[in-house]
T-cell receptor
Framework: EPEVTQTPSHQVTQMGQEVILRCVPISNHLYFYWYRQILGQKVEFLVSFYNNEISEKSEIFDDQFSVERPDGSNFTLKIRSTKLEDSAMYFC???????????FGPGTRLTVL | AQSVSQHNHHVILSEAASLELGCNYSYGGTVNLFWYVQYPGQHLQLLLKYFSGDPLVKGIKGFEAEFIKSKFSFNLRKPSVQWSDTAEYFCAVIDRGSTLGRLYFGRGTQLTVWP
């Protein structure tokens, strides 16, 4: 069964450093998402991506964040200058249709020291 | 913006007990509703979904949920839980009218089933 994959599973970085989180969505899916979950809190939407551009972004997704689909298979989330409060589990998801089931990857645990 | 409430943060049951997890959402328009489950060490998986039609939906592993539009609710049920149902359960909503597929999640309910 096809699945969404994410790398790395765990990333530790120093405050102020740039990180890139990688995702490979399911191949025939057209809609891509990033969510995050800070420990003990809700899963929060960050951004959606369709047709090679951002469809929607939340208030969390400020200028420090960017997304890219560099090669038609990978979908990346870049945090330009990490802050302590960026420590969270980051989930990538993809879906075939705009409002259908989203398939989630296993997540990347980001720890900012 | 949508808001999703899950009333129970942690539920502890013995095997064979019945389960009901509450979920309410705030928006009165047209929504798609989901329950996702996250087993320890695994990723979020879809348990069941409601888009339209019969408000009683059946999912995997014996779970079902009932959509009650008048109460903005989508409660998850299972008549007899097993130890393997120990996991975190998330209710989620997509507002079909105004977003491009953004999922709004509830806070999650941790279910612990004792053998």
């Amino acid at each position: 069964e096809p699945e969404v994959t994410q790398t790395p599973s765990h990333q530790v970085t120093q405050m102020g450093q740039e990180v890139i989180l990688r995702c490979v969505p399911i191949s025939n899916h057209l809609y891509f998402y990033w969510y995050r979950q800070i420990l003990g809190q809700k899963v929060e939407f960050l951004v959606s991506f369709y047709n090679n551009e951002i469809s929607e972004k939340s208030e969390i997704f400020d200028d420090q964040f960017s997304v890219e689909r560099p090669d038609g298979s990978n979908f990346t989330l870049k945090i330009r200058s990490t802050k302590l409060e960026d420590s969270a589990m980051y989930f990538c998801a993809s879906s075939e249709t705009r409002t259908g089931e989203q398939f989630f990857g296993p997540g990347t645990r980001l720890t900012v020291l | 913006a949508q808001s999703v409430s899950q009333h129970n943060h942690h539920v502890i049951l013995s095997e064979a007990a019945s389960l009901e997890l509450g979920c309410n959402y705030s928006y009165g328009g047209t929504v798609n509703l989901f329950w996702y489950v996250q087993y320890p060490g695994q990723h979020l998986q879809l348990l069941l979904k409601y888009f339209s039609g019969d408000p009683l939906v059946k999912g995997i592993k014996g779970f079902e949920a009932e959509f009650i539009k008048s109460k903005f609710s989508f409660n998850l049920r299972k008549p007899s839980v097993q130890w393997s149902d120990t996991a975190e359960y998330f209710c989620a909503v997509i507002d079909r009218g105004s977003t491009l597929g953004r999922l709004y999640f509830g806070r999650g309910t941790q279910l612990t089933v004792w053998p």
